[in-house]
Nanobody, 125 residues
Framework: QVHLVESGGGLVQAGGSLRLSCAAS????????MAWFRRPPGKEREFVAA????????HYADSVKGRFTISRDNAKNTLSLQMNSLKPEDAARYYC??????????????????WGQGTQVTVSS
């Protein structure tokens, strides 16, 4: 079991940056694949980025590749998402998610069994 709480969302101008954090409770965090998803207004939840338990491997959606960086600190039970060069289309509610069973990175939201409540990101043009 893991409890996830996101923070760091807010209002930013296009071209700006934000850093999202996800604080996880529970000793199993370090064993889980972690990911960020987002739900833009009026759209389905979509994959953003994922990272292996050891932080060695990452996977990004094409729409954020080169602009976003996912990272984790297992000693602090924290997952982060550095978002640079933000665009209006990045506006969404961002969720962190944990996959407690898989060994491989996945963009499929059904793979993830623990979710936070999300943090809102608004990008003004």
């Amino acid at each position: 079991q893991v409890h996830l709480v996101e923070s760091g969302g807010g209002l930013v101008q296009a071209g700006g940056s934000l850093r999202l954090s996800c604080a996880a409770s529970g000793r199993s965090f370090r064993n889980y694949i972690m990911a960020w998803f987002r739900r833009p207004p009026g759209k389905e939840r979509e994959f953003v980025a994922a990272i292996t338990w050891d932080g060695v491997s990452t996977h990004y959606a094409d729409s954020v590749k080169g602009r976003f960086t996912i990272s984790r600190d297992n000693a602090k039970n924290t997952l982060s998402l550095q978002m640079n060069s933000l665009k209006p289309e990045d506006a969404a509610r961002y969720y962190c998610a944990a996959d407690s069973t898989s060994m491989y990175l996945s963009a499929d939201l059904s793979t993830y069994d623990f979710w936070g409540q999300g943090t809102q990101v608004t990008v003004s043009s």
